[in-house]
């Protein structure tokens, strides 16, 4: 008689592959949605070939700020999600999609967790901020192992230090930048709210913002280029703040959220963008100001 043996069937994760793009506010998105794949049961992978391309658009290109390895993440080289991602480019790169596919792609918009397939592939932006205070203790215990931002995380500001950040740039292509009215209302509120009010500027556009007298009482103005030096040093001297008056910009959203405290104020556009729907989840005690032109 022949004698069966016991197998125990085990089922395997998930592979999963997060591609990486934009400048380091969206890449710090896109690093804390792979890492709630993670802790959800996922085998994540990184995918960071966006930042191969050549530059060849009128958005100016950007770079990885901090190696994926300090968050604890790889480059895939899953050959089996390789061939099945090869497959999805033939056809012509659809989210769409099917029953029986073991490979599945999902954006912003057709992101479901019960449409998961063997092999997953997550190209979008993820900008939730429920994202990053799920995955706050993660973020800054990565991001603390650069001294110049860890520098940042540890500082104790003054209750009144207050940060404004001015986005230009890419965002005058895009037509997304804040008006003057924006920052006229931010500070008005902030100099009633905020006992002692002081502001820093962070800008990538320093003539701009010398052009208009609302700006003459900065303590600062600081300029940032998207260079990975500049990226880490202007995002190491934001967090050395108690309040917010940030743009539309994760780079400034981010920081606003990390140091956040039950004394600080934070002053937001809403909404986030005039000509495209973008609801990022902004929390309810954040004080909104019109974003309407």
């Not at 890419?170 to 002081?198: C, N, R, V």
């Not at 005690?285 to 019109?290: E, F, I, P, Q, R």
């Amino acid at each position: 008689m022949i004698k069966l043996r016991n197998y125990k069937l085990v089922a395997r994760k998930p592979y999963s592959v997060v591609y990486l793009m934009g400048g380091f506010g969206n890449q710090l998105f896109q690093l804390c949605f792979a890492n709630n794949l993670k802790r959800k049961g996922h085998e994540v992978a990184v995918d960071t070939s966006n930042y191969n391309f050549p530059d060849n658009s009128e958005i100016s290109k950007r770079e990885i700020v901090i190696p994926i390895k300090e968050f604890g993440f790889e480059n895939n080289n899953n050959k089996v999600f390789n061939f099945y991602s090869n497959l999805s480019k033939y056809r012509k790169n659809s989210f769409k999609n099917y029953k029986i596919s073991r490979f599945k792609k999902f954006n912003d918009v057709n992101y479901r967790e019960d449409k998961l397939g063997k092999y997953n592939f997550f190209v979008g932006y993820w900008q939730d901020i429920k994202l990053i205070s799920e995955n706050k203790d993660f973020l800054i215990q990565c991001l603390s192992k650069n001294k110049s931002i860890n520098e940042g995380l540890n500082n104790k500001p003054k209750i009144s230090e207050t940060l404004l950040h001015v986005r230009r740039g890419d965002y005058l292509i895009m037509k997304e930048e804040l008006k003057i009215d924006y920052y006229k209302k931010a500070i008005e509120k902030a100099s009633k709210q905020i006992t002692g009010f002081e502001f820093n500027i962070f800008t990538d556009d320093i003539d701009w913002v010398k052009k208009h007298k609302i700006f003459n009482s900065a303590k600062n103005i600081n300029y940032s280029s998207n260079s990975k030096k500049d990226t880490i040093n202007t995002f190491s001297e934001m967090l050395k703040h108690n309040n917010f008056i940030i743009s539309n910009s994760t780079f400034s959203l981010i920081p606003a959220i990390l140091k956040e405290n039950e004394t600080s104020k934070i002053f937001t556009p809403f909404p986030w963008y005039r000509n495209s729907i973008k609801d990022l989840n902004l929390k309810q005690n954040w004080v909104k100001l019109d974003n309407n032109e």
